[in-house]
């Protein structure tokens, strides 16, 4: 059956995969990393983008029916790293869905005045009762909550930029270079989701849509990139509010803009955090099934069925975090190391499955920035690291009782 999505459609889809809530707040956390500099970690970020979405989209033309980077880090470098891709991204579900329904938690404080770690809690019981009742964010609804914070943030930055004001970039770069690379730490959590332009390419009528589809995609999240990052400093400084884009489109637009923002940002928090909950229960499943989790979570797995105990695994991940989960800049950073971590191991496996020539070259260049960036998560690399001491350890065990099992 040939795919039926057009470059329109694999745009929107795309978009939908990089941005997500944390572009609420990750200005904010960026600018207390490195004070106005911090638009430096922005420009270099979106410079690693170029070859890591043009890798992925050369992967997804080639192996259109992927199943996503552990996928094809099984193919390239077998099972045992398959599951510890697969464990990088499950682990990081739990920190990162918490860390998205604070964020909302923090707007609707701001901007409604209801208690932001109570509105968090509610954020996600719903996003649990949804998935548990088999309800999933829809594709078009998804790309509505992706044109809405499109939105947001084009209007923020067009109401706001006429009052930046040249003396918020000075001092420059108060926390010198060591700055700029912890702001890029955190802000790797708005730099992943590349990696769905390889599992997309099969539902393209014309694989020439999938590359026309990541360019134009590189070239909207570049403009909203730059233009928050800039806007937010120029206009707010670098010791900018919590909640900077509330207070952006209140100096574009009045303070009616407030209880707006924060009914948008529950609506994009929980369209996001139902989303991955959804898509971390399947994978739940299937590392069940391949031994990189006890069998027992494989239950559920099939298409049309509810990976309740998955699900349920997720939720126990959730409540210590939330509990302990004093510090936001932390969960993100935590997360953005878990997913880059995902991100070195896809164009690591592309450079291993791509033919020689433009492609593969693109694939190095892609690895090797995606390794400096990841060195840039510094101590929260023990994140990843442990989670990949769980998979390998989970798949010993499974290998001893089949062994058994066998004898």
């Known amino acids: ?59 997804g033309a080639r192996y259109p029916d992927g199943g996503g980077v552990a996928g094809f880090v099984g193919l390239a470098f ?27 938690g923090r707007y609707v404080e701001a901007c409604l005045g209801v208690d932001g770690t109570l509105a968090a809690c509610l954020i996600l019981l719903a996003a649990f009762g949804a998935n ?8 078009r609804l998804q790309i509505g909550l992706v044109a809405l914070l499109v939105a947001l943030l084009a209007t923020a930055v067009i109401t706001a930029a006429p009052h930046a004001d040249a003396a918020n970039f000075t001092p420059f770069a108060p926390y010198g270079a060591g700055g700029v690379v912890a702001a890029a730490g955190v802000l790797m959590f708005a730099f992943v989701g590349w990696e769905a332009a390889s599992h997309l390419s099969a539902e393209f009528a014309d694989r020439r849509g999938l590359i026309r589809a990541t360019v134009v995609t590189l070239v909207v999240v570049a403009l909203l990139y730059v233009g928050v990052s800039v806007t937010s ?5 670098a010791d900018m509010t919590g909640v900077p884009l509330t207070a952006m489109l209140e100096i574009g637009l009045g303070s009616a803009a407030r209880p707006v923002t924060g009914v948008v940002a529950v609506l994009l928090t929980f369209g ?3 989303t991955y909950l959804a898509g971390a229960a399947r994978l739940g499943a299937a590392l069940a099934r391949d031994g990189a989790l006890p069998g027992w979570f494989a239950r559920g797995g099939a298409p049309g069925e509810t990976p309740y105990r998955s699900l349920g695994l997720q939720a126990v991940f959730s409540v210590p975090v939330l509990i302990w989960a004093v510090d936001l800049d932390v969960l993100m950073r935590a997360t953005s190391a878990c997913l880059a971590a995902v991100t070195v191991a896809g164009v690591a496996a592309a450079v291993r499955m791509l033919p020689a020539g433009r492609h593969r070259i693109t694939a190095v260049v892609g690895t090797g920035m995606s390794v400096v960036a990841l060195a840039f998560c510094g101590v929260y690399l023990v994140v990843p690291a442990a989670l990949a001491l769980v998979a390998l350890a989970v798949l010993k065990v499974h290998a001893r009782r089949s062994y058994k099992i066998g004898l």
Not at 78 to 99: D, E, K
Not at 132 to 139: D, K, Y
């Open 132 to 139: 548990a009742a088999g309800l999933r964010t829809s594709g």
């Open 272 to 274: 996001a955090v139902n």
């Open 1 to 59: 059956m040939t795919g039926r999505m057009g470059a329109g459609q694999g745009t929107a889809l795309l978009v939908g995969a990089v941005l997500g809530p944390g572009m609420l707040v990750l200005p904010h956390l960026a600018a207390a990393a490195a004070g106005p500099a911090s638009v430096l970690a922005w420009a270099g970020l979106l410079a690693l983008s170029v070859p890591v979405a043009l890798t992925f989209a050369a992967l």
């Open 78 to 104: 077998g099972r045992h790293a398959s599951a510890v891709a697969g464990w990088w991204f499950y682990g990081a579900v739990p920190l990162g869905t918490v860390a998205g329904a604070l964020v909302g």
């Open 233 to 237: 400093v120029g206009v707010l400084g």
